[in-house]
């Protein structure tokens, strides 16, 4: 079946740069999601990408994708404590199915 | 309007309960779904419907009601409900099922007591 993983942990200094990983199993992917977490909040979409996109840059984010390697990653440049939050990664398939969720990452930004 | 609205934000309810859980969107979105998120967990689906029909249930309980009454509203209704069902409840829209940009509410978070 379909599976996402995320690492579960990263934690940065203000004013770097975060990249956040995850890696799919189902090659039929269509869509692959970014979505940020806050801590007692609902999820915001973040970004998202076709499958047929290597990379697409909106911002701060820049979402590269490897369909070779089936990994996908979150760039978020300059980050701030604002960004400290839950990302999860999700995919969709064409056709019926949802989205699919990694178990996301926590990001955590040192001042 | 690229909003999915969720009410109530917060409610408690006891075991003995029936309550409701609503959500709204005005996107002209034909696929609409409920998840359950865990604390520290990824949202599990629970429900989907495409065009006002019913199309996955992931094996809910049946103390899970869905009903989705036009293509704009979904609702979730809650009847004798376990502590164990805590949890934040997250609505979510898309275009069509597996399509496109999928919008999430910002949830209801209940507490069964």
């Known amino acids: 079946g379909e599976d996402v993983e995320q690492s579960l942990f990263l934690s940065v200094r203000e004013g770097d740069s975060s990249v956040i990983n995850c890696t799919y199993t189902?090659?039929?992917?269509?869509?692959l999601y970014w979505y940020k977490q806050e801590p007692g909040a609902g999820l915001q979409l973040l970004t998202y990408?076709?499958?047929?996109?290597d990379m697409k840059q909106d911002q701060r984010l820049t979402v590269l994708l490897n369909k070779k390697d089936k990994h996908l990653s979150l760039r978020i440049a300059d980050t701030q404590t604002g960004d400290s939050a839950i990302y999860f990664c999700?995919?969709?398939?064409?056709?019926?199915?949802?989205?699919?969720f990694g178990k996301g990452t926590r990001l955590s930004v040192i001042a | 309007d690229t909003e999915v609205t969720q009410t109530p934000k917060h409610l408690v309810m006891g075991m003995t309960n029936k309550k409701s859980l609503k959500c709204e969107q005005h996107?002209?979105?034909?696929?609409m779904y409920w998840y359950k998120q865990k604390a520290k967990k990824p949202p599990e689906l629970m429900f989907v419907?495409?065009?006002?029909?019913?199309?996955i249930n992931e094996s809910v309980p049946s103390r899970f009601s869905p009903e989705c009454p036009n293509s704009s509203l979904l609702n979730l209704h809650l009847h004798a409900l376990q502590p164990e069902d805590s949890a934040l409840y997250l609505c979510?829209?898309?275009?069509?099922?597996?399509?496109?940009?999928?919008?999430f509410g910002q949830g209801t978070r209940l507490t069964v007591v």
């Open positions: 419907y495409s065009y006002e029909k019913l199309s």
């Open positions: 990408i076709f499958s047929n996109m």
């Open positions: 999700a995919e969709s398939f064409s056709g019926n199915t949802p989205l699919v």
């Open positions: 996107m002209g979105h034909r696929a």
């Open positions: 189902d090659s039929s992917s269509t869509y």
């Open positions: 979510a829209s898309s275009v069509g099922t597996g399509q496109g940009e999928a919008f």
